[in-house]
C-alpha cells in the first residue's frame, strides 16, 4: 500500500514594520515659562504624541491615503531660513481686495514681516504675528487659542498646536468697522521642510473686517515639504466677516488643515476658499452657527491636474434656531487628479427654523480624472428647511460643438466652457482682485492640460 503523500502548509512570518514617525521632538515645542501658550502647547504635544498616523482604515481618511508620505523627512525651518531661500514674488503682495492693504503679514520660514495702518492700530485693531502677540497681547493669546479647535481633533490638529511657528492674531474690537481689507501671505519655499502655521481671529461684538489670507510656494521637482495649519474664528454677535482664503501650494506639498468658525446671534460670515496646489490635501472646514439669527456662507473652488489629490470635508452645524447656511463647492480636474468632497449639514434637536443648503459640482476634463462628491444630512429636528446635491460630468459636447462651429479653436472653446461653470461661483465673490487671481489660475491650469 503506498504510503499517502503529506501535505504541509507552513505557517508564514509576518513582519511587523515599525510606525513611521516625524522627526519632531518635545525639544522642539515652546513651553518656556513666559509664554502665554506654553501649557496649550504642552497639552497639543501629548496629544499628537498620542495620535497615529491616520490611515484609510478610519472613516474621515478613507479616500485619502498617507503610505507614501516621507514623514521622516521633515524639519522646522531654522530661524532665518528665509534668507537663503526664493524670495516671495512681488505678484502676492499686491492689494486682492480694494486700492490698498490695512494691513499685512507675511509669514516666512524662521520669520515675518508686519505692517498695520496707524489709524486701525489706534482703534485697538490687533493684526500681528505670533511672536509679537506673546509679547505685546499675551493676553489675548492665551484667552483666545484651543477655543474653537481643539488639538485633539486629530493628529495634524495636534503638530500644528504645538509647533506653529508662524501664527497670526487678528483681533477687532466691539463696534470698530475696518474699510480697508487686511492681508497676509504664508510663503513656503524649500524642501523637506514643515510649514506650520495657526490663525486666529476674533471679531468682536457689532464689528466687520475683511480678511485675505494666501498660502504660496514654487514648485519644486522630485521634492516633499508640508504644511500642517490651524484656523479658528469668532465671529461674535453681530458681527460681520468677510474671510477669503487662496491655496497655492507647489506640488510637492503635502497639505494639511482644520479650520472652523463660531457665528454669534445676528452675525454674518462670507467665507471664500479657492484651491489650485499642493500634491495632497486633507482639509476640515466646519461652520459652527451657534446664535440665534446667525448666516454663513461657504463658496469653494478647485482646480486640479497632473496627479494631484484634494480632499474636503466640509461641516454646517446648526447649534441653535433660526439659522442659515449656504455651501458651494465647485471643481475642475484634469489629468490623473481626485477630489473627494464629504458634506455634513447637522441640525441639532430643537434648532427649528434651520435653513441650510449644500451642493457641490464637478466637471471631468480628462478620462483618467476622478470626483468622490459624498453629501450628507443629520437633522434631529422637525420644522426645517435642508437640502443638498451633487453632480459629476464632462464638457457638454452640444455647447462645445457650437463654440467650435463658430471658428473658435478647441482650446479656446473648452477654456469658455470651464469659465462658465465656474461662473456661479466667481459671482460669489464681491473681491474684484480675487475673481481676476481665480481667472487667471483656470487659464494657467487649462494651459498645462
Known amino acids: 500500500m503506498a504510503e499517502k503523500e503529506k501535505v504541509v502548509i507552513k505557517s508564514g512570518r509576518r513582519e511587523v514594520s515599525a510606525p513611521r514617525k516625524f522627526n519632531f521632538t518635545r525639544e522642539m515645542v515652546n ?18 504624541e498620542k495620535f497615529g498616523l491616520p490611515s484609510t482604515s478610519e472613516e474621515a481618511w478613507r479616500r485619502t491615503d498617507l503610505r507614501k508620505m516621507p514623514v521622516d523627512k521633515f524639519n522646522l525651518p531654522a530661524d532665518g ?16 481686495v480694494g486700492g490698498q492693504h490695512g494691513g499685512q503679514i507675511t509669514l516666512l520660514p524662521g520669520g515675518s514681516q508686519v505692517s498695520l495702518l496707524p489709524e486701525l492700530a489706534k482703534k485697538g485693531v490687533v493684526f500681528t504675528d505670533f511672536r509679537t502677540a506673546e509679547n505685546e497681547h499675551p493676553e489675548l493669546l492665551k484667552k483666545f487659542a484651543g477655543t474653537v479647535i481643539r488639538a485633539q481633533d486629530g493628529k495634524f490638529a495636534a503638530l500644528a498646536a504645538a509647533l506653529s511657528q508662524n501664527g497670526i492674531l487678528l483681533y477687532v474690537p466691539k463696534g470698530v468697522q475696518v474699510e480697508e481689507p487686511l492681508h ?46 490651524l484656523v479658528e474664528i469668532v465671529v461674535a454677535d453681530g458681527a460681520n466677516l468677510r474671510f477669503v482664503e487662496l491655496q497655492s501650494w507647489g506640488n510637492h506639498v503635502w ?3 482644520h479650520e472652523r468658525v463660531h457665528v454669534g446671534k445676528d452675525a454674518n460670515l462670507n467665507w471664500v476658499f479657492g484651491a489650485v496646489g499642493s500634491k495632497l490635501t486633507k482639509n476640515f472646514s466646519d461652520l459652527d452657527l451657534i446664535g440665534v439669527g446667525a448666516e454663513g456662507r461657504m463658496s469653494g473652488f478647485y482646480f486640479t491636474d497632473g496627479s ?45 427654523k434651520t435653513d441650510g443648503y449644500q451642493a457641490n459640482r464637478n466637471l471631468l476634463l480628462s478620462r483618467d480624472a ?7 444630512l443629520e437633522i434631529s429636528a422637525d420644522d426645517v428647511r435642508c437640502s443638498h446635491g451633487a453632480t459629476i460630468g464632462k464638457i457638454d459636447s ?7 462651429s463658430r471658428g473658435i479653436p478647441q482650446d479656446e472653446a473648452e477654456q469658455l466652457m470651464v469659465e462658465g461653470f465656474f461662473d456661479p ?11 481676476e487671481r481665480f481667472q487667471q489660475a483656470i487659464k494657467e491650469k487649462l494651459g498645462r492640460k
Not at 513651553?31 to 499628537?48: I, Q
Not at 476622478?370 to 450628507?376: E, H, L, S, V
Open 184 to 229: 497676509s501671505v504664508l510663503w513656503g519655499p524649500g524642501v523637506d521642510l514643515a510649514h506650520i502655521s495657526h490663525l486666529i481671529i476674533y471679531v468682536d461684538v457689532g464689528a466687520s473686517v475683511t480678511y485675505v489670507h494666501e498660502y504660496a510656494s514654487p514648485d519644486e521637482a522630485d521634492a516633499d515639504s508640508m504644511h500642517a495649519g
Open 255 to 257: 497639505n494639511f488643515s
Open 81 to 96: 531660513a528665509y534668507n537663503d531661500l526664493p524670495p516671495i514674488p512681488k505678484d502676492l503682495l499686491k492689494p486682492l
Open 308 to 352: 494631484q489629490h484634494l480632499d474636503h470635508d466640509t461641516q454646517q452645524n446648526h447649534l441653535v434656531p433660526n439659522t442659515f447656511s449656504d455651501l458651494l463647492f465647485k471643481g475642475a480636474l484634469g489629468g490623473k487628479s481626485r477630489s473627494v468632497w464629504q458634506g455634513m449639514i447637522y441640525v441639532a434637536p430643537g434648532a427649528q
Open 31 to 48: 513651553t518656556s515659562s513666559d509664554s502665554p501658550l506654553a501649557s496649550y502647547r504642552a497639552d497639543a504635544w501629548s496629544a499628537f
Open 425 to 435: 461661483i466667481i459671482q460669489r465673490i464681491p473681491f474684484e482682485g480675487v475673481r
Open 398 to 404: 452640444e455647447p462645445l460643438f457650437y463654440l467650435l
Open 370 to 376: 476622478r470626483a468622490d462628491a459624498i453629501p450628507g
